[in-house]
């Protein structure tokens, strides 16, 4: 069974800075195209970025030049590394197998506010 542990996240200001990772238990990472979604309370959870095995990457418009999604195969483990925050990243992050595969993980909190 494929297991995802989410950290990272936290409390930050507009404009500042959060690294999430994610690390994969349970399957051969290195096969999967890995997304990292967010919800928010009473929305659907959104894709917001993700890498291909061949790490060629992709992001939801409102994220493009801010985030940056990366891979460490070795590891097992993904990042999204989050720059220029603005209050509309508020949420809860989680990362899957793009499509998504796999049961969810707990996530990790993100707010941004001042």
């Known amino acids: 069974q494929v297991h995802v542990v989410e950290s990272g996240g936290g409390l930050v200001q507009p404009g500042g800075s959060l690294r999430l990772s994610c690390v994969v238990s349970?399957?051969?990472?290195?096969?999967?195209?890995m997304g990292w979604y967010r919800q928010t309370p009473g929305t659907q959870r959104e894709l917001v970025a993700h890498?291909?095995?061949?790490?060629?990457?992709d992001y939801r418009d409102s994220v493009k030049g801010r985030f940056t999604i990366s891979r460490d195969n070795a590891k097992n483990t993904v990042f999204l590394q989050m720059n220029s925050l603005k209050p509309e990243d508020t949420a809860v992050y989680y990362c899957?197998?793009?499509?998504?595969?796999w049961g969810w993980g707990q996530g990790t909190q993100v707010t941004v506010s001042s």
């Open positions: 890498i291909r095995e061949d790490h060629s990457t």
């Open positions: 349970g399957s051969t990472f290195s096969i999967w195209a």
């Open positions: 899957n197998a793009l499509g998504p595969l």
